[in-house]
């Protein structure tokens, strides 16, 4: 299993990142988690020029722009660009992601984008993409979100999302190979409840889940993922790492 930052930069894009986007590879399938302000210029670049119509699935963790407003760009290059899926792209979300995405791009909520994507909703249920096993959880924050567990051959990848500190995304990350973990907030401040980790909350969840490696994202511009990352290591003993657009991990 690989995974490719294309886009961590928490909130907004920064300079040296577009905001939330993460390609898994496995098994010959292609995913896509999130889809934030800036990455699909990104995505476009580590596809080529042809494909975008390659791409199995997109799993948007929540409906906040950060993460999943360039569907609407996505859409526009699937219905009147020169590439086509030649299907609908399953795009896995929570509820209301079809009416939000045609909101934001002026469509009619009927029928929307459902000409290119294929809408579903996460439930209680593990589902399957191809070979790979995907299970999402519930987590904290002021919109519906979720973190998600992606599986093959043995191998396991949780991603949390945007959560603050929850035991859902511990049970969900019980014994990952990686855990790629939100650290917006820094250790210290007064910071609003159930929004975002910090540092140091990013290396407890990873410690309380028996995680075996580490990569803190979504630290915004004004961060420094570096710190983030140090942070972490004072309360999770594996190897931690900062995300950085670029960056490629082997599972």
Same mark, same amino acid.
Do not use: K
């Given at each position: 299993?690989?995974?490719?930052?294309?886009?961590?930069?928490?909130?907004?894009?920064?300079?040296?990142?577009?905001?939330?986007?993460?390609?898994?590879?496995?098994?010959?399938?292609?995913?896509?988690?999130?889809?934030?302000?800036?990455?699909?210029?990104?995505?476009?670049? %580590? $596809?080529?020029?042809?494909?975008?119509?390659?791409?199995?699935?997109?799993?948007?963790?929540?409906?906040?722009?950060? %993460?999943?407003?360039?569907?609407?760009?996505?859409? $526009?290059?699937?219905?009147?660009?020169?590439?086509?899926?030649?299907?609908?792209?399953?795009?896995?979300?929570?509820d209301?992601t079809?009416?939000?995405?045609a909101?934001?791009?002026?469509?009619?909520?009927?029928p929307?984008?459902?000409?290119?994507?294929?809408?579903?909703?996460?439930?209680?249920?593990?589902? %399957?993409?191809?070979?790979?096993?995907?299970?999402?959880?519930?987590? @904290? %924050?002021?919109?519906?979100?979720?973190?998600?567990?992606?599986?093959?051959?043995?191998?396991?990848?949780?991603?949390?999302?945007?959560?603050?500190?929850?035991?859902?995304?511990?049970?969900?990350? @019980?014994?990952?190979?990686?855990?790629?973990?939100?650290?917006?907030?820094?250790?210290?401040?007064?910071?609003?409840?159930?929004?975002?980790?910090?540092?140091?909350?990013?290396?407890?969840?990873a410690?309380?889940?028996?995680? @075996?490696?580490? $990569? $803190?994202?979504?630290?915004?511009?004004?961060?420094?993922?570096?710190?983030?990352?140090?942070?972490?290591?004072?309360?999770?003993?594996?190897?931690?790492?900062?995300?950085?657009?670029?960056?490629?991990?082997?599972?």
């Open positions: 299993m690989r995974l490719t930052v294309l886009g961590c930069s928490g909130s907004l894009p920064g300079p040296s990142s577009p905001a939330s986007c993460y390609v898994v590879e496995a098994g010959g399938v292609r995913l896509v988690l999130d889809l934030g302000n800036g990455a699909l210029g990104a995505l476009q670049d %580590h $596809v080529g020029a042809d494909g975008l119509g390659s791409i199995d699935a997109i799993l948007i963790s929540h409906l906040h722009p950060d %993460h999943y407003i360039d569907l609407c760009g996505y859409y $526009v290059a699937l219905r009147y660009g020169p590439v086509h899926a030649g299907r609908r792209v399953p795009v896995w979300g929570p209301h079809a009416e939000r995405l909101i934001a791009f002026g469509e009619n909520p009927d929307g984008m459902s000409t290119e994507f294929d809408f579903r909703t996460y439930s209680d249920d593990a589902f %399957h993409i191809g070979p790979l096993r995907v299970s999402t959880t519930r987590v @904290r %924050h002021p919109v519906d979100a979720y973190a998600i567990r992606i599986e093959h051959e043995g191998r396991s990848l949780v991603y949390s999302g945007d959560t603050g500190p929850a035991q859902a995304l511990i049970d969900l990350a @019980r014994d990952a190979d990686l855990l790629l973990c939100e650290a917006s907030f820094r250790d210290g401040g007064d910071h609003p409840p159930d929004l975002h980790l910090t540092g140091v909350e990013a290396g407890q969840h410690r309380a889940a028996g995680a @075996r490696r580490l $990569v $803190v994202t979504h630290v915004p511009p004004w961060g420094d993922p570096d710190e983030a990352a140090a942070e972490a290591r004072t309360a999770f003993d594996g190897p931690v790492e900062a995300a950085h657009a670029g960056a490629v991990w082997e599972l």
